[in-house]
Each structure stands twice: as C-alpha cells, then as structure tokens.
C-alpha cells in the first residue's frame, strides 16, 4: 500500500505522465538504446506537458508546485526504463544550483529554456584524476578582465554530448588552504570559445545514455557565468544540493525495482519448467517473497524522506543511507530477477538483461556508495577523522 504522500492532484497528474510515456517515450526507447542517445523533440514535448521540473517557480516557467511533482515523474520515468532521458539529472540535480545561487539575469536568461527543454543541462565534477575527491581537481577558471579562462577536463559527463549549459566546477583560487576552499561553480555553454567535446563512452549498461568527457582549452566566458554571490562558494553549494540528488537516486531505484520485480512475477507465472509454472516453486516463491518484502520498506522509507524533504527537514544521514541501500537493494534484485529468467535472462530482448547492466552503475554515481557509509558513519558520531571533500 503506497503511503499517503502524495493527493488526488498528484495522482492525476502521474495518470499524465503514465499516459504521455506510454505515447511518446516507450516506442523510443530502443531506438535511444541502439544511437546511444535520445532526440531533443521528445525534451521539448515533455517541457510542453509541463513536465519538466514542474517545481519551479512560475515566472520563469515552472508551475510553482511542490516536489512531488517532480518526483512523481522521476518515478514514472524508471519504471519504463526511460534512463536515456536524464529528467532526474537536468531537472532534480542541476537546475537547482541555478534556481537557488543563480543571479536574477541568470535566472531570466536561462530557466525558461531549461523547463521548456529547449536547454539541456550537465554537471561537469568527474575528472580522469578526481572522482570522489574534489579536493584533487585540476580544472581551473582564471579570472582575466570581464571573463573567467578555463582549462582542464572532465569525464563519465552525462549530456556531455547532447548538452548546452554546464555547471561546472573549478578551481579559481588553486592555492587556497584547505584547497576545496578554492572551488567555484561556473556556468558554461557548449558554443563558449574553448569548450571542446570529446568521446561519446561506451558503457556496458544504460546504453542510451549519453554520457561522455569534456575539455576546457582556454575557454572563455564571462565572469558573470560565476554561480553564487563571489568566488569560493562552489564546495558549499554543493554540500547543500546533495539531499535532493542522493533522494533523486533513491526515488529512481525503487521505481526501477519495482518494474523489474513485477516483470519477472509475470515472468515466472508463465514460463513453465518439469511441468509446470516456475511461480509454483518453493524457491521461487521465498526469493520473491523476500524482493517484494524489500522493494516496499524500500519504498516506505523513500517515501518518508522525500515527505521530509518537502517540508524541507535536515536528513542528509537518511538520503546517504536510502541511497546506499536502494542501489544496492537494486543491484542485488535485478541479479536475483535475472537468474530467475534462466538462461533467457541473459538474452538481450529480454528487459532484465539491460536492468542487470544498468543497475551496475547506481552505486557509483551520485556519490559511491562507500562514500555514502563514510558519510553516515561521521554524521552518528563514529568516525573522529577530519572532514574530508568526498562528493562522488
């Protein structure tokens, strides 16, 4: 039974959603998968429907309702394994930092576009040298006249093809102490002087995806692009933006659980074995049994942090903890659900098989899920080591 989160409104407006994916999205969804990303029409129908980030604020296009919203489609999204539309990444994780630090010039020249789906955002952090650890980044923004020059490279940047604005994060102060201290958040358009894409990667999972690195070769943009009241700040900002993506993750995992499970009980109410259905197994009724169990404490304590999120409660220990297990919960289900599958699991025309490769990745980004324990261990008093600048 789903909690009472969400209200009438909220549920016509996943009937919506429901209806607009099983139209426009779902007969896409192979093609993505085989191009290795998705078209931007299909972006500008969801802004259209008011489906992109519907949490934002009405004059700059939003319609001024609360997150749930936006979580609703979040949902709806994984559960028809739509993972080639980023909506979670450019709606949940990046316009934030936009709505929230962005100058009122910012906010008016961009957000329109951006909850229209004319602009695709990316967060550029990843480097080749620094993952988890921001404090090892080498890409530097150095301030000459009106403008900031770039330089450096990023990589594993999801949109890094498809994408027109970035927020990226760079040094513009490399001899701060401590060096995080030095960080700032820029944002940089793809047609800037100097930005240069690179390789579209080939992953082994979530193949419509795109995702892919970026170079910064004396790129140019205005100081005006800098996020934030002055320089410095970006470590800050996003320690403050952390909860809403660690929730986003959790949101999309037990969605995506949820698909799954539901795929292989059909599965193996159908699919017979020594004559007759592998549901009437023992084992296959425990291993179930016990997913199921799973998927929904998953789901009731998603669904009680995302509650406490609206409110706009303090639960960073909570979302470190429902990303870790979610993705975890995830990974170790879509294993499960495969083997069930027997060896037509391992056939790609079957839905699991891609669930199997595409889980792989949701206990890395987003923060791994190591950090995540580190993360708790500190906030219940466990850990006596310093702080460190672990993001992802």
Not at 249 to 258: F, G, P
Request: aromatic letters at 8%.
């Amino acid at each position: 039974m789903r909690s009472d989160i969400y209200d009438l409104d909220h549920e016509l407006f996943r009937d919506q959603v429901k209806r607009f994916l099983d139209k426009e999205v779902v007969p896409r969804i192979p093609q993505w998968n085989a191009t290795g990303v998705c078209d931007r029409e299909t972006w500008r129908r969801l802004g259209a429907q008011g489906f992109i980030a519907p949490s934002a604020p009405v004059e700059y296009g939003g319609s001024g309702v609360d997150f749930l919203y936006d979580a609703i489609v979040i949902e709806e999204l994984a559960y028809v394994r739509a993972h080639a539309l980023m909506v979670s990444l450019h709606s949940g994780v990046c316009l934030p930092y936009i709505a929230t630090f962005g100058s009122e010039e910012q906010k008016q020249k961009y957000l329109p576009r951006i909850v229209s789906g004319e602009t695709l955002l990316g967060i550029c952090m990843s480097e080749p040298a620094a993952g988890s650890d921001l404090q090892n980044l080498g890409t530097t923004a150095v301030g000459d006249g009106d403008d900031y020059v770039l330089n450096g490279s990023k990589t594993f940047i999801s949109h890094g093809q498809l994408g027109d604005l970035f927020i990226v994060a760079a040094k513009t102060d490399p001899k701060s102490t401590p060096t995080h201290a030095g960080l700032s958040l820029i944002l940089v358009e793809a047609t800037a002087p100097g930005f240069r894409r690179g390789r579209k990667l080939d992953k082994i999972g979530l193949r419509g995806q795109d995702t892919s690195e970026i170079f910064f070769e004396d790129c140019r943009v205005p100081r005006a692009n800098l996020l934030g009241s002055n320089e410095r700040l970006g470590f800050t900002m996003l320690m403050e933006k952390l909860q809403q993506e660690r929730l986003v993750n959790s949101l999309a995992a037990v969605a995506w659980c949820r698909r799954a499970l539901d795929d292989t009980i059909a599965y193996v109410k159908e699919r017979k074995a020594f004559g007759r259905a592998i549901a009437d197994f023992q084992n296959t009724q425990f291993r179930l049994a016990e997913l199921a169990t799973e998927v929904e404490i998953g789901r009731a304590f998603v669904d009680r942090l995302l509650a406490a999120h609206v409110s706009g409660d303090d639960i960073v220990t909570e979302v470190s903890m429902a990303k870790w297990w979610t993705t975890e919960l995830l990974r170790r289900l879509t294993g499960q659900c495969l083997q069930l599958h027997g060896g037509y699991g391992f056939m790609r025309e079957y839905p699991i098989s891609e669930d199997y490769a595409d889980a792989a990745v949701q206990t890395i980004y987003g923060g791994t899920n190591e950090i995540m324990k580190v993360i708790i261990a500190r906030r219940v008093g466990l850990s006596s080591e310093r702080k460190t600048c672990a993001r992802r």
